[in-house]
């Protein structure tokens, strides 16, 4: 090191260096050739011409004493840091507590970005697993009503016969349902299963993992096949390869499994198998208005996405000209399918988070960057000794910051820790289907990666001010300068920096008030029935072993009849929905209209949620029929049809009492299916379909005689207690009926652990949200704290002496509690600035509050007077109990 | 380029950095003085060709094997004065070594009777 030290020390410019060497050379040549007695002229010619091409040595010379530089300074750089890192090291360590609040802030900063950051790596950061993933698009059948429809199988199939700018196009459906599959062992059971096109595979680009996938041949063939998920393979048949081109019956009827399909298919949808449904070219009519299908396209290569969208609007325009009773209005949109799978609710969660955990990171570095300017005040004369010994003002820059590197590194380290144990949590807390289902998280290299950038940036960050301040003076004014009296400059900077830190834990609390009024608002509402102590499970039978309705409803009532039987049970009804779950048909709506009103064209008909329920549904719900009556033993199968509807139903009549009112209603967009007629004979209170619905919705409900399905959902109140207690006695009294085992039971859960699901979103964003906001107003009074506490320290003297000239608790008092409360009010009332301004960027967050909600401003108001008062205590305490005598006489 | 009559003691290759390391061994010299102790000790049998041996001198240097500094010369001129550094040192053991198992090798055969 001492050597290149010296060569550095005394470099001059490389050309001269060799100019001087090599006449030097030529001098003591010529000298010498003198010397032997030639003549002096001849001499120096002869001495120049033994060096040979002069010009090309001294370019080769030049050339290796660049390279040669180059290393030197590249060298010297790494020692000069390997000493400053080494003198940092020992400067942390010589002051313990400084590094150990300094590390863990720090750690707790860079640990929460790193969970975000995995969170949005894993989600919008990564491209979808398959080959070639921007050429894959979402193409939706767009009409005045939706922006974002389902298409129908007959326009899926002309798209992808005329268009000219997609290698294939193929489908799948949207939901994931149920087939009950009759093992080997003569046991049923419920598998999830959702249906696709047979070219799925080939557009996503998917190679199976055993077997085939579909082949053209399938689908002309009509042949019932599936493709099971490696999931399935793996849990139920242990990876046996002889399952592939075996048969099992699902839903009574045999399909062959071709092949197993990876696990990064499943992120169409979490699914045990994929049955294909066979979209042949001649479909009937009315498949043309079945919009069921989320169809998925690849593009030829090199085919932009807006060329693709022209192209097949063009097709969709001929469709509309040539079947106008159906198409009339309708055309494509075409979106990224990552943007599909990725969903605007993750992506707007997602940077809420991003956001959050950002200003988190701030205030941390605002916290370490005021522990460090408090430092560089007492190391002034050690700062200030180091420069009169001949250390530049960079060097001392450089070194300070080399400090806070290191210091933000070990931080970062430390981060890595928090981190993970913050992802080892989160999982729990991240409600279903927030996530696309394969998307799982993890603490990988990228976000250990993630880690050291966010702790490199860090460190410059909180250190540069710090590292200005402290070799802004002079080094005469700082070694003559009594230790106790420096403030000026560096105490304004730490002043804003604490301003700036209560701004942003301001901004954060009061997110996280609105997004805690938002969790309020979904989970306190009126919902219309009694939640508690209510037991839900599917019931499945096998439609083989039930051939018909009546053997089907009598099932039904022998199990209902046993289950009311078991101790414990007040009631026992059915449903194809539960409130706040999801519904057994989907979410498609019905169109309404009542008979005898003037025809309304059907795209502008309302629409209403369907919902087949027994008559017992009311009472086990205890769900009050407000108008007429409820359904009972009147409403067979035979009888005529009925329906009740909900309040907001009855409300859409303007006034009119429905009660004996004919609807008629059939499933939106297909006009050609022959509509339910049914009269109205009852109303029902009105309860939510989903936490967050912005309006009420339109409901109707027909009795399970009129329209038996064979999977049903049962609903069973205990009389006390837990419902989910119930759980063995009921499915011993289903099996008593069912001797056979032909009946699946699946999806057993409470109507309690339903809504609980159901605003798990709501939840989720207000747990994270309010707990980094904790942390900020945490990080922020320690920022108050460490700033009054040092400035009363450095102000003992002067409050001894002005105790001794007779001021009292009160006036030492005002003075401490004065400066601080100045720095809260002006933080408090930027972040709240702050925060009126930014509260309309997480609108479509809210539920039931306002982005200006006053509440809100209230509570966060209160919330940071509480904690600054209790950060302002202690060194104002100390301050109100100087002793004058004892603060005078030490120096 | 060369005819063996025109150079009759071309150096081997490699041979021209164990001469400097070893000629520097002796104490930190200018770049004339270490061509001139070649030429005197190996009387003139060796012939240093100038245009490689300032070349060798900065390959020698970037690899740490010798240090420049300026000192001044016998004229009492600034001059770039080469030392040999521990690093150095040790290469010069090594390069020795070599050349001897080299020589004594090359002599077995040359001179067996």
Redesign the interface.
Same mark, same amino acid.
């Given at each position: 090191m001492k050597?290149s030290l010296?060569?550095w020390l005394?470099r001059?410019p490389i050309d001269q260096?060799i100019d001087?060497?090599?006449a030097?050379?030529i001098?003591?040549?010529t000298r010498?050739l003198i010397d032997r007695g030639m003549d002096p002229h001849e001499a120096r010619e002869s001495a120049i011409s033994? %060096?040979?091409?002069v010009r090309r %040595?001294k370019r080769?010379?030049a050339g %290796?004493?660049r390279?040669?530089d180059r290393?030197m300074r590249l060298t010297l750089w790494l020692e000069e840091l390997r000493d400053d890192v080494k003198f940092a090291f020992r400067q942390l360590k010589n002051s313990p507590a400084f590094t150990l609040v300094a590390v863990l802030t720090l750690a707790l900063g860079i640990g929460a970005n790193s969970a975000i950051f995995a969170l949005v790596d894993a989600t919008l950061l990564r491209p979808l697993p398959y080959g070639q993933p921007d050429r894959l698009v979402t193409i939706w059948e767009t009409s005045d009503a939706t922006a974002r429809g389902f298409a129908s199988p007959s326009n899926m199939v002309d798209w992808k016969a005329r268009n000219r700018s997609f290698e294939s196009i193929a489908a799948f459906t949207p939901g994931v349902g149920s087939m009950v599959v009759s093992g080997r062992d003569g046991n049923a059971e419920t598998v999830s299963r959702q249906w696709v096109t047979a070219g799925i595979f080939d557009v996503l680009g998917v190679k199976p993992v055993a077997g085939r996938t579909f082949l053209p041949e399938d689908e002309q063939q009509m042949a019932r096949r599936v493709v099971i998920s490696e999931g399935y393979w793996e849990t139920r048949f242990n990876r046996d390869p002889s399952v592939v081109g075996s048969d099992i019956k699902m839903d009574g009827r045999l399909y062959t499994v071709v092949g197993v399909a990876p696990k990064e298919f499943e992120i169409l949808g979490r699914t045990s198998m994929w049955a294909m449904q066979p979209f042949p070219r001649n479909l009937p009519p009315r498949a043309r208005a079945a919009y069921q299908l989320q169809v998925v396209g690849r593009m030829k290569p090199g085919v932009a996405i807006q060329a693709a969208q022209s192209d097949l609007a063009a097709v969709a325009a001929g469709l509309a000209t040539e079947y106008p009773e159906f198409n009339k209005g309708r055309t494509v949109t075409l979106e990224p399918m990552h943007d599909t799978m990725i969903g605007s609710d993750l992506k707007v969660t997602s940077m809420l988070f991003v956001g959050v955990v950002g200003f988190v990171l701030l205030i941390c570095c605002a916290n370490v960057a005021n522990l460090l300017l408090a430092r560089a005040t007492a190391r002034g004369r050690e700062l200030a000794v180091r420069s009169a010994l001949g250390a530049g003002r960079r060097r001392i820059i450089r070194q300070l910051l080399t400090e806070s590197v290191v210091l933000s590194l070990i931080g970062g380290v430390l981060g890595v820790g928090v981190g993970a144990a913050i992802l080892q949590v989160t999982p729990v807390l991240i409600p279903e289907g927030l996530l696309p289902a394969t998307v799982t998280l993890a603490f990988d290299l990228r976000v250990v990666g993630f880690c050291a950038i966010a702790a490199l940036i860090v460190g410059v960050v909180f250190g540069i001010a710090p590292a200005f301040q402290a070799t802004a003076v002079s080094s005469t004014e700082a070694m003559g300068a009594d230790t106790r009296t420096t403030t000026g400059g560096g105490g304004r900077i730490r002043g804003w920096l604490v301003v700036g830190e209560v701004a942003m834990a301001v901004l954060l609390l009061f997110g996280a008030g609105l997004l805690l009024r938002t969790l309020l608002a979904v989970q306190s509402y009126d919902r219309g029935y009694r939640a508690e102590s209510v037991l839900t499970m599917l019931v499945d039978p096998l439609n083989s072993s039930y051939p018909t309705p009546a053997r089907l409803q009598q099932f039904f009532d022998q199990v209902e009849a046993e289950v009311r039987a078991v101790p414990g049970v007040a009631d026992v009804g059915w449903s194809s929905a539960l409130p706040l779950g999801e519904s057994l048909y989907g979410d498609f709506a019905l169109t309404y209209e009542m008979v005898g009103d003037p025809p309304v064209e059907e795209a502008r008909k309302p629409t209403t949620d369907y919902q087949v329920v027994s008559a017992t549904y009311f009472s086990t719900l205890e769900l009050p029929i407000v108008a007429g009556r409820g359904f009972d033993a009147r409403d067979t199968k035979d009888s005529p049809r009925v329906c009740i509807v909900n309040e907001a139903f009855s409300r859409s009549l303007g006034g009119r009492n429905p009660i004996g009112m004919q609807v008629s209603f059939r499933v939106a967009g297909s006009p050609t299916d022959k509509p339910n007629v049914g009269e109205i004979v009852g109303v029902a209170r009105q309860v939510k379909r989903r936490p967050d619905e912005p309006r009420d919705f339109v409901q109707i409900y027909v009795p399970m005689a009129h329209d038996l399905s064979d999977d049903v959902l049962m609903l069973v109140r205990s009389k006390t207690g837990r419902a989910d207690a119930l759980t063995p006695a009921v499915r011993a009294a289903i099996s008593r009926i069912d001797k056979e085992q032909l009946v699946s039971v699946a999806s057993v859960t409470t109507l309690e652990d339903v809504e609980w699901k159901a605003t798990g979103r709501q939840r989720f964003r207000a747990v994270m949200v309010t707990a980094f906001a904790v942390l900020a107003v945490l990080l922020a009074m320690v920022g108050v704290f460490g700033i009054l506490a040092y400035s009363v320290q450095q102000r003992m003297r002067d409050f001894g002496v002005r105790r001794a000239l007779g001021a009292t608790t009160n006036d030492v008092l005002r003075l401490v509690v004065g400066d601080a409360v100045r720095v809260i009010v002006t933080g408090a009332a930027i972040g709240l600035v702050l925060s009126a301004l930014s509260g309309r960027l997480i609108v479509t967050l809210l539920f039931g509050v306002q982005p200006l909600d006053l509440t809100t401003f209230a509570m966060v108001t209160i919330v940071v007077a509480i904690t600054a008062a209790l950060s302002i205590a202690g060194p104002a305490w100390r301050a109100a109990h100087v002793d004058p005598a004892v603060v005078l006489r030490s120096k | 380029m060369t005819t063996p009559s025109k150079t009759p003691n071309a150096l081997l290759h490699g041979a021209l950095d164990a001469l400097i390391l070893k000629t520097l061994a002796r104490g930190p010299s200018h770049g004339y003085a270490v061509a001139r102790f070649i030429e005197d000790t190996t009387g003139d049998a060796v012939l240093v060709e100038e245009g490689s041996l300032y070349p060798a001198l900065y390959r020698l240097e970037r690899r740490g094997w010798v240090e420049a500094e300026w000192g001044t010369s016998e004229l009492g001129r600034r001059a770039k004065l080469y030392r040999l550094t521990g690093a150095g040192r040790t290469q010069l053991e090594a390069e020795m070594a070599t050349w001897r198992r080299f020589s004594a090798g090359v002599s077995k055969v040359l001179f067996s009777t």
């Open positions: 050597r010296r060569s005394w001059v260096e001087e060497e090599l030097l050379h001098e003591m040549r010498e033994r %060096l040979g091409d %040595l080769e010379m %290796l004493g390279k040669r290393e | -």
